[in-house]
C-alpha cells in the first residue's frame, strides 16, 4: 500500500541532490565497480562489456512518481543532441533502482514509452538485490539510493553520470533540471576523440 506522504518527502530529497548534481566534475576518477546485469533484452551485461565505450549512467525506476520520467525525457533529449552532432560511439546506462519489480520486460516497455531515437544505445539494467544497487550507486557514483518501508518508491540521486572507455566516472551532470545538454555532448565528443 503505498504512503501518500513519503512522496513531497522524497521530492525534496530528490531536488536537494539534484541541486547538489549539477556541473560536478570528480577531482579524481571514480572507478565503476565491477558488475553483471541483466538488460531489457534478457542479455548480461557487465563493466567489461562497455570497457571501450563512453557511457552515460542514471538511476531509474518504473513506477517512480517524480523525478524519473522528467529524467527520461532529459535523457531522450541529449540522445536526440547526441544524433543531431553525428555522435554515435556512446552507450546510455539506465539501473534499475526497484529490480524486484523492474523485470526486462517493464524495463524495455518504459524505456519505449518515451520514444528514443535509438534504442540499440540503451541498456536498462536489473537481476540484482537492492544491497548491490545501493552499493554500486554510492561507491561508483557518489549518488544515494535508499528504498522507503512501506511505499513502492525509492529515494535516490538525480545525476547523469560521464563514464570513460576506461570504465572511470569522469563527470556528473544534473539530469532533472537545467540539464547541460550542449556541455554533455562536448564533453562527450571530447571523450570519444581522446579514445581514438
Do not use: R
Not at 563493466?47 to 529524467?71: H, R, Y
Not at 519505449?112 to 534504442?119: L, V
Amino acid at each position: 500500500m503505498k504512503k501518500k506522504f513519503f512522496v513531497p518527502l522524497m521530492l525534496i530529497f530528490v531536488l536537494m541532490l539534484s541541486a547538489c548534481d549539477g556541473g560536478f566534475k570528480a577531482d579524481h576518477k571514480y572507478k565503476v565497480e565491477p558488475f553483471e546485469f541483466t538488460n531489457q533484452n534478457h542479455e548480461k551485461v557487465s563493466n567489461e562489456d562497455l570497457k571501450g565505450d563512453v557511457w552515460l549512467a542514471q538511476f531509474i525506476f518504473t513506477v517512480c512518481t517524480s523525478a524519473c520520467p522528467p529524467m527520461m525525457n532529459n535523457m531522450v533529449e541529449l540522445q536526440e543532441n547526441l544524433q543531431a552532432e553525428g555522435v554515435e560511439d556512446y552507450k546510455i546506462v539506465s539501473f534499475s533502482i526497484d529490480p524486484d519489480v523492474d523485470t526486462p520486460e517493464a524495463l524495455k516497455e518504459y524505456m519505449q514509452a518515451f520514444g528514443p531515437p535509438d534504442e540499440s544505445k540503451w541498456e536498462m539494467l536489473t537481476g540484482y538485490d537492492m544491497k548491490t544497487i545501493e552499493k554500486l550507486a554510492a561507491s561508483s557514483f557518489k549518488t544515494a539510493v535508499k528504498d522507503i518501508p512501506n511505499s513502492d518508491q525509492v529515494l535516490h540521486g538525480t545525476a547523469f553520470g560521464l563514464v570513460n572507455q576506461k570504465g572511470e566516472v569522469v563527470k556528473l551532470y544534473d539530469g532533472y533540471s537545467d540539464v547541460p545538454y550542449d556541455t554533455i555532448v562536448k564533453d562527450m565528443k571530447e571523450l570519444i576523440k581522446e579514445g581514438n
